[in-house]
Structures are given as structure tokens and as C-alpha cells.
């Protein structure tokens, strides 16, 4: 059966998307069209305070994009070098805190060990974090996107745990969205799922998809990665038939082939 997949490509990694691969192991043809586009911010900002590490009491990444972000002022500034002679294990004297395996991964690719590959939710790793953390700490520095849920800050700042945010990308709506989404419908018809990958998601495609859907909308199994798109999906009206146990390929292509059975 078809599925449609609302996410980004996997960056900087060759081969198949892993969500297609699993989906393709149990008998399911998906297609995956990008929802959302990234601009890089502060990244002037961002470079001061990671070659600081003596200023904060660690690092948190929520996102990939996040990571990508650190990547591109080691490479813009020529100061890689630098960054894996000693910055690097500086900053591996204190917590690099992580949502996610992909996450994680990227973080690993810096040269930094990162904690919290499991927690899959931003609500998660703040209770990790509050956890671990003394409200004397020197606060924790977080690179984020422009529209990042408030989970994570409000959580450390109703508990005394110092946080120092920096936007980094802002997120928009992929300029051929609308367009890839028509194509879509018009060749390969109603798809049996459709899977969303982000609250930013739902917002840009679910109007379009309600459209190219009419009445059919309601046959479709709508597919959340986590709590947090699925909240995003009911607050819409959405039926949500399934949402993955942890957000990685394997237990999202077992919930939507459960689903389609």
C-alpha cells in the first residue's frame, strides 16, 4: 500500500531514507515530501559561545538542525581544527544532552558524547536534566529553532536550572510543498497512510491535504511520530490510527503496517 511520509531526507547520509527501507520491508511503497525549509541565524552568536564551553554548564540539542548549525560555524570560521584539539573535550567534561537517536548521531560526529539518546520528547529529557542538574550550575546552553516548544525552558526555569537560548534556524514552509503535494495526489491517488513528523507539519500541510483528500480524507490512517505531533494532529480534528512507540523508522513503519493490516 501507499504511505506518504511529511518529513525531511535524512541529512548528510546516503542510500535510502530508513523510514522507506522499514516501510519497503513490510510491503509498503512510501514517498517522502519535504514540509519544511531551514534558514540559518546568530551563527556569529553561536560560534562566541562554543568556543566558550568555560562559560555554561553543558550543552542541550533538540533537533538535528541544531547540530547542523555547530557544524556549519566549525566549517564557516575554519576553526574545526581548533574545536576537535581541545574545545571538544571541554565540553565533554560537562552533559551534552540530547532528544533522539538522529540527534544523538550528529552529536557523536562533533566529537561529543551525548546523554539522553532514549528520551525521544523534549518533556523527557527536562525531567533528565532536572534531575541531574544543580540550580548552581553555570546555565546550560541551548541552540534552538524559532519555534521550538516552550516544553524544555519552562520546565528548568520553574525548577531554578539555569538556561541560556540562542535561536539559530528559523523554520518555514517549503516553497514547492503545495505543489508536490498536488503531484502526489494526482499520480499515485489517495495514499492508505500518511505519516506526520512535526506539530510544524501538521500546521503547513494538513489544509492541503484535507483539500486534494475530500471525502476520502477519512479512509486515510493518519501516523504520528510521538505525543507531540499526535497532540498537535487531535487539536486539528485529526483521527490518529497510530503513533510510534519511540521516533525512529522501525517503530513507526510496525505501527502503520499493524494499522494497514
Not at 521550538?148 to 523554520?171: C, D, F, I, S
Request: hydrophobic share 40%; aromatic share 6%; charged share 25%.
Amino acid at each position: 500500500m501507499h504511505v506518504l511520509l511529511l518529513k525531511e531526507p535524512r541529512d548528510g547520509e546516503s542510500g535510502p531514507d530508513p523510514y522507506i527501507k522499514e516501510l519497503a520491508s513490510h510491503g509498503h511503497k512510501a514517498t517522502l515530501i519535504p514540509v519544511l525549509s531551514f534558514k540559518f541565524v546568530s551563527l556569529n552568536i553561536m560560534t562566541d559561545k562554543l568556543f566558550q564551553p568555560e562559560k555554561h554548564g553543558g550543552l542541550i540539542f533538540t533537533s538535528p538542525r541544531a547540530v547542523e548549525a555547530v557544524k556549519m560555524c566549525l566549517e564557516a570560521e575554519g576553526r574545526r581544527e581548533e574545536w576537535n584539539k581541545s574545545v571538544k573535550d571541554k565540553w565533554n567534561t560537562k552533559t551534552v544532552y540530547v532528544v533522539g537517536k538522529t540527534t544523538a548521531s550528529l552529536v557523536r560526529s562533533l566529537g561529543l558524547n551525548p546523554l539522553g539518546e532514549d528520551t525521544g520528547t523534549a518533556d523527557i529529557l527536562s525531567h533528565v536534566i532536572i534531575e541531574r542538574e544543580d540550580t548552581n550550575i553555570l546555565p546550560l546552553f541551548f541552540p534552538c529553532g524559532s519555534i521550538k516548544r516552550e516544553v524544555l525552558p519552562r520546565a528548568l526555569r520553574e525548577n531554578g536550572v539555569p538556561l541560556e537560548t540562542l535561536t539559530v534556524y528559523q523554520t518555514a514552509e517549503h516553497p514547492d510543498l503545495e505543489k508536490k503535494l498536488k503531484n502526489y495526489f494526482t499520480d499515485q491517488g489517495i495514499p492508505a497512510s500518511i505519516a506526520f513528523f512535526s506539530p510544524s507539519g501538521v500546521k503547513f500541510c494538513l489544509e492541503v491535504v484535507r483539500r486534494l483528500s475530500g471525502e476520502q480524507l477519512t479512509q486515510i490512517k493518519f501516523a504520528a511520530i510521538g505525543l507531540t505531533t499526535q497532540e498537535a494532529m487531535i487539536a486539528e480534528g485529526l483521527c490518529v490510527s497510530c503513533t510510534a512507540e519511540k521516533p525512529t523508522a522501525e517503530h513507526l513503519a510496525a505501527a502503520i503496517a499493524k494499522t494497514l493490516q
